[in-house]
């Protein structure tokens, strides 16, 4: 069953804003993953994690793997309409060969 | 061009009748794997494979089933479709390291299916 409760669902911002959503687990998970949906395509990967307290940025994008190792966030900073899209956080246990996904945040950004 | 493949993109079907969406990558890539999308509930594993002939059940696997004869393909079967299969379907690929790490993983454009 769903093992990652990401919030929030969805998000509606103006153009410039920056941007934060996480992902809680009861689990412990050796990788946190981020990716991004856009419409009709499959997800994209942004940001892996390895190590618990890693903080790892990609452009305006930055992800942090929590202490615990049972939540992640990301933020995006001054986000601009191509933002517009879903992202998903994702998590691999110990055995690094299944994955498991949040649910999802929509972000929708106003121009 | 480095991708994954995947048909059809969309299919309307009836309860019962068997069907097989096809999966294929030209990355070399060891791991595949397939995962469905429902509303609100993100993307859930249905079965991965680690190697040619190595295939293992993910989080949702009961009414499909995988078979990996060759690297490259990775189809996903659906013996007796039933309504509640209805769903929008991706498959993924990737390398696997032996340091145990993730590579990134690929995903294909994703298949809509509609069981009646």
């Known amino acids: 069953g769903q093992q990652l409760n990401q919030s929030p669902q969805s998000m509606f911002i103006q153009e410039g804003e920056d941007v934060s959503m996480n992902c809680t687990s009861s689990?412990?998970?050796?990788?946190w993953l981020w990716y991004k949906q856009d419409p009709g395509e499959g997800p994209v990967l942004l940001i892996a994690l390895y190590k618990a307290g890693e903080l790892t940025s990609n452009g305006r994008l930055t992800a942090q793997f929590g202490i615990t190792r049972k939540d992640s966030f990301l933020n995006i900073s001054a986000s601009i309409p191509s933002d517009v899209g879903i992202y998903f956080c994702a998590g691999q246990k110990y055995n690094f060969n299944k994955f498991y996904f949040g649910s999802g945040t929509k972000l929708n950004v106003k121009p | 061009e480095a991708q994954v493949t995947q048909n059809p993109r969309y299919l309307i079907t009836v309860t019962g009748k068997k069907l097989t969406v096809t999966c294929s990558q030209n990355m070399n890539h060891e791991y595949m794997s397939w995962y469905r999308q429902d509303p609100g509930l993100g993307l859930r594993q249905i079965y991965y494979?680690?190697?040619?002939?190595?295939?293992d059940k993910g989080d949702v696997p009961e009414g499909y089933k995988v078979s990996r004869k060759e690297k490259r393909n990775f189809p996903l079967i659906l013996e007796s479709p039933s309504p509640n299969q209805t769903s929008l379907y991706f498959c993924?690929?990737?390398?696997?390291?032996?340091?145990?790490?993730?590579?990134?993983?690929?995903f294909g454009p994703g298949t809509r299916l509609t069981v009646l």
């Open positions: 494979s680690m190697n040619v002939e190595v295939t």
């Open positions: 993924a690929s990737s390398l696997s390291k032996t340091s145990g790490n993730t590579d990134t993983q690929y």
């Open positions: 689990s412990i998970f050796n990788t």
